[in-house]
């Protein structure tokens, strides 16, 4: 059994809060605030503007404003997916802008992280060389990484020119 205390229902819970008047069974509402302190505040206040705040407001905004830029950065980057009929040295650029676009942003990804997500976004075609990557006895450097996945593009292309 719960130690909590479980209310019976939405009345109890809402008379708890004090948003309940019990006599009348309904909801109260606000009180009013008086004409005199309306008056006194200029319009651009009780807008939700305030002037001697202008430098918090905008410093806020601009927080705001870099880190938005560093989630969209950074959806660019983790989420990127290689397609299909993509050449690969167009994805190997695609991943390395998205990369020194989170560097201009302090968002310092490691070569290991770059060269993960130039395998890890790459279309289930090249999961032979997916596998390759992943999989060795020694962790592959991001240059081995674009060396071999260059590599599997030309004898992919090899392959195809000696067919036809």
């Not at 209310?7 to 009180?31: E, H, M, N, Y």
């Not at 202008?54 to 410093?59: G, K, Q, S, T």
């Not at 290991?112 to 060389?129: E, H, M, P």
């Amino acid at each position: 059994m719960s130690t909590y205390c479980q209310p019976q229902s939405v009345s109890t819970q809402l008379s708890q809060i004090g948003t309940l008047d019990i006599i009348k069974g309904a909801l109260t509402r606000p009180i009013k605030a008086k004409d005199k302190v309306i008056a006194s505040q200029s319009d651009q206040y009780v807008k939700g503007f305030n002037p001697k705040d202008i430098a918090a407001n905008w410093d806020s905004l601009s927080d705001l404003e870099c880190a938005t830029i560093k989630i969209t950065l950074q959806e660019a980057f983790w989420n990127a997916c290689h397609e299909l009929k993509e050449a690969i040295t167009l994805w190997i650029g695609r991943i390395t802008i998205a990369a020194n676009h989170l560097i201009t942003a302090k968002q310092l990804p490691t070569d290991q992280q770059i060269a993960d997500r130039l395998v890890g976004g790459l279309d289930n075609s090249w999961s032979s060389i997916r596998d390759t990557v992943v999989y060795p006895s020694v962790e592959l450097s991001l240059d081995n990484t674009i060396g071999a996945l260059e590599a599997h593009f030309v004898c992919l292309n090899g392959n195809k020119g000696t067919s036809d």
